[in-house]
């Protein structure tokens, strides 16, 4: 079984910052693509940011400018830098490591709270 793991929630205010890791059982060199992911409370979970094996990466609209997701296959670890965090991005926020374009495997999740 993969295993996913997530660190570096927590609170903070409105603007600040605030870095999340994500650590995996595969090799991240190995997979298709990895994804952080978040749901806030009532809503459905959505993509924030994908970084695909080549390299490329891909963002959500909300988040652009402010969240940088990136990768260290030394360390074999995804982090997503959160910058000037908002309110609205409160959420608890999942990787995804997505091994080919079928199969994925979810973290637990860890919590994000952005007060105002």
């Known amino acids: 079984q993969v295993q996913v793991v997530e660190s570096g929630g927590g609170l903070v205010q409105s603007g600040g910052s605030l870095r999340l890791s994500c650590t995996t059982s595969?090799?991240?060199?190995?997979?298709?693509?990895m994804g952080w992911y978040r749901q806030a409370p009532g809503k459905e979970r959505e993509l924030v940011a994908l970084?695909?094996?080549?390299?490329?990466?891909a963002y959500a609209d909300s988040v652009k400018g402010r969240f940088t997701i990136s990768r260290d296959i030394a360390k074999n670890t995804v982090s997503l830098q959160m910058n000037s965090l908002k309110p609205e991005d409160t959420a608890v926020y999942y990787c995804?490591?997505?091994?080919?374009?079928?199969?994925?495997?979810w973290g637990q999740g860890t919590q994000v709270t952005v007060s105002s």
């Open positions: 995804n490591a997505h091994v080919t374009s079928v199969t994925n495997y």
């Open positions: 595969v090799r991240i060199s190995s997979t298709y693509a």
């Open positions: 970084i695909f094996n080549a390299g490329g990466t």
